[in-house]
């Protein structure tokens, strides 16, 4: 049974430019969390979806930003016209229902030059 | 809204034992859970508490009081691969996601 799997491990963008972050979660689960880690810093919650819904979105900036997790295919996290301040590590978890525990993937490494 | 607390570091000698405390203030509680991430790793899941009481896996235990709204991961015999930084996380209620402390940089020395 496969972790949570993040693609890609890193990712460089030029300001200006979209970030597509994959995530796709443990067999079975269809929970899906999405956090942003500066160094040094905890993980700051941004989005929770379940299969085609949105269920909280409270951390998620109001612009650029938007996610998805449709009824095929992994949960997409899509940063458009990045800035400097993007660049972060963006983990996605996953669990099975909404009060059990919660499973990271390896996260994304977002670099903006 | 959620707020939790914990230390930012904590040093102790290889085959000691450590606790780091999590204080936590919720609207609601739906358990404290507990996370150890080594530098450029993924958060990994350690410990769940619902409940008052000790939770025991191997070397680590959890502990938590919900009328103090604490608990605290102890770990034993410590080795120079649990230097990480852990954090504690609640779930204020039940359609919630998780969230987390700033997290306690453990730094283990010979």
């Not at chain 1, 979105?57 to 650029?64: A, L, N, T, V, Y």
């Not at chain 2, 607390?5 to 203030?25: K, L, M």
């Not at chain 2, 504690?88 to 020395?109: E, Q, Y």
């Amino acid at each position: 049974n496969a972790g949570v799997m993040q693609n890609p491990r890193h990712l460089v963008r030029r300001r200006g430019q979209e970030a597509r972050l994959r995530c796709s979660p443990m067999k079975g689960h269809s929970h899906v969390y999405w956090y942003r880690q500066l160094p040094e810093e905890g993980l700051k919650f941004m989005v929770y979806l379940q299969k085609e819904n949105i269920i909280d979105e409270s951390g998620m900036p109001k612009e650029r930003f938007s996610a998805e997790f449709p009824k095929e295919g992994p949960s997409i996290l899509r940063i458009q016209q990045v800035v400097r301040g993007d660049s972060a590590a963006y983990f996605c978890a996953s669990s099975r229902s909404k009060n059990t525990e919660a499973f990271f993937g390896q996260g994304t490494r977002l670099t903006v030059v | 809204g959620q707020s939790l607390e914990q230390p930012s570091e904590v040093t102790a000698v290889e085959g000691a034992i450590v606790q780091i405390n999590c204080t936590y203030q919720t609207s609601g509680f739906y358990g404290l859970s507990w996370y150890q991430q080594h530098d450029g790793g993924a958060p990994t899941f350690l410990s769940y508490n619902a409940l008052d009481g000790l939770e025991e896996t191997g070397r680590f235990s959890s502990f938590l009081s919900r009328s103090d709204s604490y608990g605290y991961l102890l770990l034993q015999e410590l080795q120079m691969k649990d230097s990480a930084s852990y954090f504690c996380a609640v779930r204020d209620k039940g359609n919630t996601p998780l969230v987390f402390g700033k997290g306690t940089r453990l730094s283990v020395i010979a």
